[in-house]
């Protein structure tokens, strides 16, 4: 398989583990699969749930998770850890500033535009940046910004298909139309990406998720032009994942009926 490299980062096997909220990535998961070879991605949404014994303030919890999370994670594993931080969370901010203070290798930034992300950086920090996209022209609106206004070229880019569930802003109509399909929109993203990169001259690596949970698949999208791809259920009901055992078992009682978009 191809490695995937981000910068000076080098994952063996090109496969990001999706962060997913709310206690379901958090370093046992991210860590292991980091240590696999893969990408590991902490989620630092609801962090304060988790850790509300720290205090009472959610963000002051949030913060305090995070470190934490980073650090177990940083036991565990010499591999590539990254944290996702979705636009939409009250403490984007706080996050962001905590997640590169801790030297967390990249962040995953999506649900909404992460038009600022590159303001956080200073000369010492180490953290690489990538926004997660559901079109080339969320891209290009991005990169306007961040090169425009920051100098800043993405590290990578992830987008989403209409499977990859989650704040991506498709219609209930787009979810079944191919017009929007992960394999539809993953040529339109490597194009623009490669457009820039031609631009800019930095190398834009495009992953690809949402729906991703065979080999087959896996191939079938890299041969669309990504660079490695982004998987979230698949990684559920591992030994390793953070999720509580009843969640990992709903999971495989489910059947076919049961999937269903809310
Ligand atoms: C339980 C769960 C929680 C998720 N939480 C987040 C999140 O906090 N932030 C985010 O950007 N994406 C989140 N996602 C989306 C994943 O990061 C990933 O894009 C998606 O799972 C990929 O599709 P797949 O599950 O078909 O592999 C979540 C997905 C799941 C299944």
Redesign the pocket.
């Known amino acids: 398989m191809k490695e995937l490299k981000i910068g000076n980062l080098l994952a063996k096997v090109p496969i990001v583990q999706?962060?997913?909220?709310v206690g379901?990535s958090l370093s046992g998961l991210a860590s292991a699969v980091a240590n696999a070879g893969g990408i590991g991605v902490i989620?630092s949404?609801g962090l304060g749930v988790i850790y509300n014994e720290f205090s009472k303030d959610f963000n002051q919890a949030c913060i305090y998770g995070l470190k934490e999370e980073l650090r177990k994670a940083k036991e565990k594993t010499k591999g590539i850890i990254g944290v996702?931080i979705?636009v939409a969370l009250t403490n984007f901010a706080d996050l962001v500033k905590t997640a590169i203070a801790e030297k967390a290798d990249i962040i995953?930034a999506?649900?909404g535009l992460p038009l600022n992300l590159p303001s956080f950086l200073d000369s010492n920090s180490t953290t690489k940046l990538a926004p997660?996209v559901s079109s080339a022209r969320a891209l290009k609106v991005i990169c306007r910004r961040w090169i425009g206004e920051y100098g800043y070229v993405p590290d990578a880019v992830v987008v989403?298909g209409p499977?990859?569930?989650?704040h991506l802003g498709y219609s209930h109509e787009q979810i079944n139309d191919e017009a929007y399909s992960l394999e539809a929109i993953v040529p339109e993203v490597v194009a623009a990406a490669r457009e820039l990169e031609q631009q800019h001259g930095k190398h834009i690596p495009v992953i690809a998720?949402?729906?991703?949970?065979t080999g087959e698949y896996i191939h079938n999208i890299m041969s669309l032009g990504a660079d490695a791809v982004?998987?979230?259920?698949?990684f559920?009901v591992t030994e390793e994942c953070d999720a509580d055992e009843g969640f990992k078992q709903a999971y495989i009682n489910a059947s076919q009926e049961d999937v269903t978009i809310i």
């Open positions: 999706g962060g997913m909220g379901i989620s949404a996702n979705m995953f999506g649900a997660i989403e499977k990859a569930g989650g998720g949402g729906g991703v949970y982004q998987m979230g259920t698949r559920i």
